[in-house]
């Protein structure tokens, strides 16, 4: 990131960060000493309105971590992981809960609506200011409003889908909640279009190319909606576009710690920025490291990174690439610590926060094309999308695997585990796996959901977990007393 930008970030923060009341989400206030009539004259304050919205997607990278991780199976907690996180781990969740707090999602959809509504008016005022930029800067809000509706969906299922800033006092401040049906037709309709408007690689420098919305990043996201909807044919279409764009490779594996140092490969799609040395740092050293005592991988992800088995060994992503073991027994996940896939050099201090936060690359791309294919029967072909993958890593086919849909989803499950363990993918995958079907293997997402927890809660766990409503969060406790239109999730219903 430039210093240009990074000087636009704290501008941006400045200016819009006093319309956000820390009490409610959608109390919009007139920035503090300048009102929004002042601030959107030309197409720099565009540029930093978008800019803070990345910056704001930037503060997310912990939750967006927590919130795909810390109810799967990759990971446990250590002694010093707090209390709410805790809770949700262990299956106890309530709507006091801080983790179901959905406020900083909406912080950055605001941020993203301002710039819908206001944007296209600054070309009266700025002569520069063309279509081309003008229609630019509206797809990437509507890609991070879309990121951030998809992102909520799958953690609440229904949400309020709010489209439009808060511009007077006589705005509606108070919606209701929307179907996630509703939430995933608007998104997909609003990068249906912006796809349009999208660069392909036609920003400065490839920190840019990789870390603001592309066309390709356009296409992942709609795959990643198509494959959460089984709209198994539409997520084949999203792909092939982005295919076609023949911009992205899958790193060979001797190369694959490069994902995560120094970032910014080939492979990477949409990589959230980070540069510690402008104090632009992020959350996943402080939440990984071994002295921070806060997540672990589980038993079941040494499994899968330390197998002594030399056949099923995993090189180049296994232990010393994405887990170290620290001291006997004692493993800590070194994706966002390393400096080199060595187990043995740790990121200096100069270097420790900043990582980037990947949210897609190719190689999970490959793995949901072969799930849209194996679930339309097309085993051929999803094979050999899963060897795109296991073969750049240097693996031979999957075991034990038969052409049946069940056997396919869990040899691709078990290879996303593999490729994109820690990187907030899990929970929803194994979501998806569980929904699937009218939750067919609702048993089997179960079974995994309490493989971590204490031997004595398991069979209450499993109990509550048996409605498919307990699979998502309720509604923050204040935000219900806020709002009086909202309705909790009924299985929070006390």
């Known amino acids: 990131m430039t210093m240009k930008i990074r000087a636009k970030l704290i501008m941006i923060a400045f200016i819009l960060a006093g319309q956000f009341s820390c009490s409610d989400w959608l109390d919009l206030q007139p920035p503090q000493g300048l009102t929004r009539e002042e601030f959107w004259q030309t197409k720099e304050d565009v540029d930093a309105a978008v800019m803070g919205a990345y910056h704001a997607l930037a503060d997310m990278d912990e939750l967006l971590f927590k919130y795909g991780e810390m109810r799967g199976d990759l990971v446990v907690y250590d002694a010093n992981l707090g209390g709410d996180e805790r809770d949700i781990m262990n299956g106890s969740v309530y709507p006091d809960n801080g983790m179901c707090n959905w406020e900083r999602f909406y912080k950055l959809i605001n941020y993203c609506n301002e710039i819908i509504y206001f944007a296209p008016g600054v070309q009266g005022k700025d002569e520069t200011f063309t279509d081309y930029l003008l229609y630019g800067y509206l797809s990437e809000a509507y890609y991070l409003r879309s990121l951030s509706y998809f992102y909520l969906v799958r953690i609440f299922k229904e949400v309020p889908l709010v489209l439009e800033p808060t511009l007077t006092d006589a705005t509606d401040v108070y919606p209701v909640k929307s179907s996630e049906e509703e939430v995933l037709a608007q998104i997909k309709q609003d990068l249906l279009e912006a796809r349009n408007w999208a660069t392909v690689d036609g920003f400065v420098t490839m920190a840019e190319n990789k870390g603001r919305a592309t066309k390709g990043a356009f296409d992942a996201l709609l795959a990643d ?200 993918k899990r929970w929803f995958d194994l979501l998806r796996m569980g929904r699937r079907n009218n939750y067919a293997r609702k048993s089997d997402l179960i079974s995994i959901m309490v493989r971590n927890v204490p031997s004595t809660q398991k069979r209450i766990l499993q109990t509550k977990l048996n409605n498919p409503l307990s699979w998502y969060l309720p509604i923050y406790k204040l935000e219900m007393e806020r709002n009086k239109n909202l309705v909790q999730n009924p299985y929070y219903n006390f």
């Open 225 to 424: 909606i198509a494959l959460w909807s089984f709209d198994y044919e539409g997520c084949l279409t999203h792909i092939q576009n982005l295919e076609l764009l023949d911009k992205y490779e899958v790193l060979r594996g001797e190369d694959w710690f490069e994902l995560f140092y120094p970032g910014n490969t080939l492979e990477g799609i949409f990589e959230v920025q980070f540069e510690d040395s402008w104090n632009e740092a992020n959350s996943l050293y402080g939440l990984t490291s071994f002295n921070s005592r806060n997540y672990d991988p589980s038993d079941y992800a040494i499994e899968l990174f330390d197998n002594e088995d030399p056949a099923k060994r995993d090189l180049w992503r296994g232990l010393d690439k994405s887990i170290r073991e620290e001291s006997k027994d004692d493993y800590i996940i070194w994706k966002y610590i390393g400096l080199a896939g060595d187990g043995e050099t740790p990121r200096p201090y100069t270097l420790q926060n900043s990582a980037n936060w990947i949210v897609y690359r190719l190689s999970d791309i490959f793995l949901m094309k072969a799930e849209a294919l194996s679930q339309l029967g097309r085993y051929d072909e999803a094979l050999d999308a899963i060897m795109d993958v296991r073969g750049k890593r240097g693996l031979s086919f999957p075991d034990k695997l038969t052409n049946n849909a069940t056997s396919y989803e869990d040899a691709i499950l078990e290879e996303r585990a593999r490729e994109l363990a820690f990187e907030g």
